[in-house]
DNA sequence: TTGAAAGCGTTACCAC
DNA sequence: GTGGTAACGCTTTCAA
């Protein structure tokens, strides 16, 4: 592997200037630059990480998190994988400053952002509002030359350099998909349980789901209703869809606090019958797919979404590498015997 | 964080002595270790990987790869991990030497190792036979100081230090909840098409399908034939069970090769109402799915067996961590709309 | 526009 | 038993 000193060997220079070239600081003649750059090239030459690490330790680099503070359990495991990604960047001198957020409030998380900038972060990975505010705020980090990450839902809008999180539109189908080969009698007639129609990744799975399903003639949509992401909510609106509509055989759970719903179900006595397909696997969840009430849950790797953004942010300071701008985590099916 | 300079002044020692402690390499008065354990203890110290790979450079590693030179397109992604990993460690002037055997064959397996070890490797990693003189020449690999890791397929009675693979059993398990929960008839009539008996892990995961079907009674177990991994052969094995059972209505496929197989079902045109579940993400496998000939297919994370046996080998040479003995890969399950 | 040197944390080697 | 120092590859700062 050919490193920096061996090309400023090859090109007659010093260490310094070939640093120079490869990292476009400038102030470099441009023959020198030219031959440099073609060792470079001829060599194929590719930074080593290991130096470029320790090199960046004397910058004490600072990265800023900002999601929300939602009791759902769901965010658990993006928590553990941003625990286990502070602790492997603190040896390497950089610190991780989290801020959650306790409502769905727009103000809040610019309050947020503002805070880290004040605390001199170089960098933010952030599980954004999908409102203009949030929009603007990170277009204006972009301009004072902080990069953002979004995770777990998206803001195309923005500048962000990256995003890290899931398909919505896929997974809603892939539930689609899986409800058709769990149908046993040849005809669904389904409730989908959202969170809120505010939240645009339930909607945009409950939509990708809907129009998937419109192209299959067995399948009928019988009623959506929402639960808040609540389980007293959830356990009322499925109990009063159930009665209203007897014929339901297929339930899609789009968000959290399924647990009453469930219950609603089994206490109809219809469980047995009833095809039920849930997101995420929180303990809840786990639970119910054990016993036989919830058929197949879909998940979306919280844990790479909690390590990946900051995984990313870091690399970005450090190496300079641009990552990649959509990052889809997998969509993961899990039923009784993988789970 | 601490580094090991902090903790030589504390101790009032130098780094050297600090290092030999640490990494247990002896000759250091019991008093001085005890001081300097405790200090590294209670600053809670954590090597800086950055510094241990930067150093380990000068060493020059070198690890090797055996592996089954199969044309099984499974391999594929395995090599695609390989190669990945290959350059990044390259970049640390650690150096990979793949040897693949071209049949399935012990000699073939232990003359692969002895070259390396020829080659003067500081450490193995290998897709083992299932053979006794495989599991006597890691054994003596250990004893000379040179690690191995198996990967795809274990050998728990040698003296291997981790394997990373598949859990064969579970993933079997999880074909058969999927046939269940895809059952439309409420009956299941099940053929089997394996590799080949001698191979271990399909072995195991057709034990394990039947043993948990044999819990559920509406599903029966027709017959199980072998297709060595031969389309071929497939085609003519799953042709003459078909004709012998017309009452089969389910197909697991446990090995590669199942295109013949699946055109076997074709002609018949029994294949719309014959639930097939697979294993593996081959080009093949993948077009079956999208043409609804298959259900499902169940994987096993080829790309990471590829590249994490390399990455432990790595890490344990330089930073010393013990892997983890037992690294079962996800249980992927794939359908139409997720693959 | 360029060079020289220090520093990031760890390990290895040579003195004592 | 222990200390001092050079080396791994890269970045940054100061000086020319």
């Known amino acids: 592997m050919p490193t920096i000193k061996e090309i400023a060997v090859l090109a007659g220079v010093s260490r310094g200037t070939v640093d120079r070239v490869l990292n476009k600081r400038g102030g470099v003649h441009p023959d020198t630059q030219a031959r440099i750059l073609e060792i470079a090239k001829a060599l194929d030459y590719r930074p080593n990480k290991a130096g470029i690490v320790l090199s960046a330790q004397r910058k004490n680099l600072k990265l800023g998190v900002v999601m929300f503070g939602t009791n759902n359990p769901f965010f658990d495991d993006v928590k553990e994988g941003l625990n286990d990604i502070e602790s492997e960047l603190s040896c390497y001198n950089c610190d991780i400053f989290i801020k959650t957020t306790p409502s769905f409030n727009e103000k809040d998380q610019i309050d947020a952002i503002d805070d880290l900038v004040e605390m001199g972060i170089n960098a933010l990975a952030i599980a954004p509002q999908n409102q203009e505010g949030v929009v603007r705020k990170i277009d204006e980090l972009r301009e004072k030359g902080i990069p953002t990450i979004t995770f777990n839902s998206d803001l195309p809008s923005s500048s962000r350099i990256a995003y890290v999180g899931s398909n919505y539109r896929k997974s809603g189908e892939t539930v689609a998909g899986l409800m058709k080969l769990f149908d046993h009698k040849g005809h669904l007639e389904i409730g989908i349980v959202g969170g809120a129609p505010s939240v645009l990744c339930h909607t945009e799975r ?115 590498e641009t990552p990649q701008e959509i990052n889809y985590t997998d969509i993961e099916i899990y039923i009784k015997e993988n789970i």
Chains 1, 2 share one sequence.
């Open 206 to 320: 409950i939509e990708a789901f809907k129009e998937y399903m419109e192209k299959t003639p067995s399948v009928n949509i019988v009623d959506t209703v929402w639960n808040n992401d609540d389980d007293v909510t959830c356990y009322t609106v499925v109990n009063k869809m159930l009665s209203e509509h007897p014929e339901i055989n297929a339930l899609y759970f789009t968000a959290g606090a399924i647990e009453g719903g469930c219950r609603a179900v089994m206490e109809t006595g219809r469980h047995k019958d009833m095809i039920i397909v849930a997101h995420d696997k929180v303990p809840s969840t786990v639970d119910l797919i054990k016993n036989d009430v919830i058929k197949a849950t879909v998940c979306q790797q919280p844990y790479v979404q909690g390590t990946k953004p900051l995984q990313m942010l870091f690399d970005y300071l450090t190496t300079g």
